[in-house]
């Protein structure tokens, strides 16, 4: 209903995903670009650089017009914090200020002036992910008006993230998902793809254990994968699988939530 989208009640311009690392801040992006049925331009600072004076800039305003001319569209920007980073820093060159000026004027232009044949407006949203919230430039962080913390798992979020990671595995009776789902608190989505595919690799390290190597070469794909996953597997990888999220990073994002959180 783009008629009921206007005014006070227009669309964001700009969305901020930030969290701790692992937590599927890149794959929301990917889901938004299948879902929303827009046009997506997926963007890393590598992208915009360049060794020319000048040329960088040129990419971002270029990209921006890109984007409009294909409207509706979705740019998103990941590890944004690389490409802007709080300006007037020590060590900042001159033409890293230039690009993150461009990126602020086109970013606050994008929905000003860009309309439709039919007077219509163009809806171009600048979606951006980080890590480092904290590092982004005070005048980026106001044009990305919505700021959403994507926190580590919760015990729910875990049992069916294990789920999803085990369909195409066959499983032991004896596995409780509830447990391992317990036993996985401050584990993100990455730590508990690391844990399903260290236990789903167990049974294939029993079978080879102690052959030579032509004996395994002469294994049969059925003879290895036969075992199931069982729960033992899953606490051997726990035990070896560490969290790679802290406490001190978690206070960190979540006090900068508290202080300039918007969803």
């Known amino acids: 209903m783009p008629e ?7 669309p964001w311009k700009g969305v901020l995903m930030f969290g701790p690392p692992g937590t599927g801040k890149t794959l929301l ?3 938004v670009a299948t879902e929303c049925g827009t046009t997506f331009f997926n963007v890393s600072s590598a992208t915009l650089a360049s ?68 007077g219509t407006r163009k809806i171009v949203m600048v979606l951006a992910a980080t890590n480092f919230p904290w590092d982004i430039d005070e005048a980026l962080r106001r044009r990305l008006e919505k700021r959403i913390y994507i926190p580590l ?72 994968s036969k075992d199931p996953v069982a729960m033992c597997d899953f606490l051997e990888a726990i035990g070896k699988v560490q969290p790679s999220v802290s406490a001190a990073d978690i206070e960190k994002h979540e006090k900068w939530f508290s202080e300039f959180g918007s969803a």
């Open 51 to 118: 060794k020319w004076r000048g040329e960088s800039e040129r990419m971002v305003r270029c990209l921006f017009d890109l984007a409009r001319a294909y409207a509706p569209s979705t740019i998103f920007i990941d590890e944004i914090d690389s490409l802007c980073n709080a300006r007037g820093a020590s060590g900042e060159h001159e033409s890293s200020r230039r690009v993150k000026s461009e990126l602020l004027v086109q970013v606050d232009g994008v929905n000003a002036s860009a309309t439709n044949e039919d």
């Open 153 to 224: 798992p919760n015990f729910e979020s875990r049992k069916e993230l294990i789920r999803i990671n085990l369909k195409t595995v066959e499983v032991a009776p004896d596995v409780d998902i509830d447990e391992v789902a317990r036993r996985t608190e401050g584990y993100s989505g990455d730590d508990l793809t690391n844990v399903c595919r260290d236990a789903s690799l167990n049974g294939m390290r029993r079978k080879i254990a102690g052959k030579t190597r032509d004996e395994i070469k002469n294994m049969s794909k059925d003879e290895i």
């Open 4 to 10: 009921y989208f206007q005014g006070i009640r227009r």
């Open 29 to 31: 992006a990917k889901a």
